[in-house]
């Protein structure tokens, strides 16, 4: 998702969005200290809590919250796209799950696998290929706060010599 990195203006944004952050009440600062705070990020990314690079994730954050604009509303349905993909598989595994589960109920799987009880540990977000994806709907603010980027989008574009 190196693309991502490659917002034109993101750098302005993410000034613009640790700016709003800081005008938000004292005891919502720890949440959004892990999107505005590169090395939080990489301690997550580290740990397996995040996959996006701290710049990709915050791109997707910017296009998310800019998907009214033109020149965003491209990216954000492929964005949208790539959720709807990480959807269907999840549900793929799930029906697979419940097929085993009536199917053969607990006994050891096809190819000697622990059958349901493995399956049932690939359902998580640890197998989900976009979560980042989801998960930066956590850090859309409130419309308040969004009022307040003043970010100039018409000079935010998608850089396609990356």
Known sequence: MKWLENITGLDNFIEQF??????????????WESITDKEQHEKLRTAGDRRLSWRA??????INLLRNQQEYQQPFKLLSLLIDIDCMLAKWRNNHLLLVHRQIGKKTGTG?????????????????????????????PIPQYVDLLTVKFDKMKISDHH
């Open 18 to 31: 640790r700016n709003v952050v800081k005008t938000m009440p004292a005891n919502d600062a720890a949440q």
């Open 57 to 62: 994730y915050l791109a997707a954050l910017c």
């Open 112 to 140: 000697g696998s622990y059958g349901f009880d493995h399956l049932k540990t690939t359902t998580g977000d640890k197998y989900r290929v976009f979560v980042d994806l989801f998960n930066v709907a956590t850090f859309i």
